[in-house]
């Protein structure tokens, strides 16, 4: 059986945005401008849940807030990758979606690192 367990629906939405965008990225037509493009939005794409997989491990809050906020920085960047091809040439329904949902998950990601900030700030 192939059971994939998450901690929390934020890990799950993380990775499913890194399986999306790989596979968005897989019906892209060939070119060194994608090629560079997309050595970037696989990087950053995949980066954002694996920080924030390392953030449940975290020692401290002090390193469970830097991992989040590598995660933060990471789906940023993502989504300029995203606008980024969808200027340049693709705006199907997959990366229209692809950018809401990295939209929606720095909403997140920000909200955690406001609060785990403010929390340490008082402390």
């Not at 200027?87 to 720095?106: G, H, P, Q, R």
Request: glycine share 4%; aromatic share 10%.
């Amino acid at each position: 059986m192939n059971e994939t367990i998450f901690k929390n629906d934020l890990q799950e939405r993380l990775f499913n945005f890194a399986v999306k965008t790989i596979q968005s990225f897989m019906n892209l037509p060939n070119g060194k401008e994608y090629d560079v493009i997309g050595w970037q939005i696989l990087k950053s794409s995949s980066s954002c849940g694996a920080n924030y997989d390392e953030a449940q491990g975290a020692v401290s809050k002090a390193d469970f807030s830097n991992k989040t906020g590598i995660a933060l920085k990471e789906m940023r960047e993502s989504n300029y990758w995203i606008r980024l091809i969808m200027a340049v040439n693709e705006t199907s329904e997959d990366w229209i979606k692809l950018k809401t949902e990295s939209v929606e998950l720095m909403h997140i990601l920000g909200s955690i690192c406001t609060k785990t900030s403010a929390q340490r700030k008082f402390k």
